[in-house]
């Protein structure tokens, strides 16, 4: 079994049984205990899991965000083979609206002086991703700054989005859950996406494998909310499943690599 893929059906049996041992893992993968600790520490660095007394536990049931620079460096490949999907959405002269967070940064890049589309977004990553193309105009919005992630949020950003209409958005969140919807930690961010969905024809969805099955404290949305919800083939299974029987679009990319063990 590759490493991701291993990693992955660990935090399944996490998520399931909230305390769980490494010799009980070590079982059930079929695996050395110091892998299976290799593993752990690793999703420990991540900020999926933490280590309690007995054994580790989701992080996630502590309502913790995980920061910025650590999504950062998970699932680059996944993130940009949903960015490569999205953009077949874009036409040029789209007016898009581009949300927050590191698969929807992806997208931009993409799009760097490749189609003359106007754009608005309350990330100033996004914005400096933009700096130098030549055929789209960028509106950033204002607003007070969230420093850990260099996003704009507050009442004056809301007022601002209401002065456009827009043919798309792109926008991710920190967990898809078919009984829970769409959700994020930050209240400010959540309020602005909620803004950018209503000015927009029609919106999409932006979520690798790590978000689905997660709850994060806030909703923004129902999952039909969206026009299609873009994500990797290491998603949960079920979750899909669930979500596709309330007809909800799920697009699903195909992450054809060859791994490490």
Known sequence: ?????????????IQEHPI????????????????????????????WVIKVHGGVAPAMQRGAEVPYDKRETVNIFEKKQIAKEALKLIKPGDSIALGTGTTVEELAKLLVNRQEVTIITPSINIANIFANDQKSRVFLIGGWLRKEDMILYGSYSLD???NFYV???FVSSAGVSSKYGVTDYF???VEVVKELINISKEAYLLA???????????????????DAIITDDKSSVEEIKKLRKSNIDIIVVNNDRQGDE
């Open 20 to 47: 769980t041992t490494p010799s009980n893992l070590a079982s059930i993968f079929g695996v050395s205990i110091e892998t299976i600790r290799n593993d752990l520490n690793y999703l420990e660095e991540m900020g």
């Open 187 to 189: 209240e400010g961010e």
């Open 160 to 162: 601002m989005i209401r």
């Open 1 to 13: 079994m590759k490493k991701a893929i291993r990693r992955k059906k660990i935090m399944e049996v």
């Open 208 to 226: 690798d494998n790590s978000k689905f099955g997660n709850v994060a404290l806030l909703s923004i949305a129902p999952a039909n909310t969206f």
């Open 167 to 169: 043919d798309k958005c």
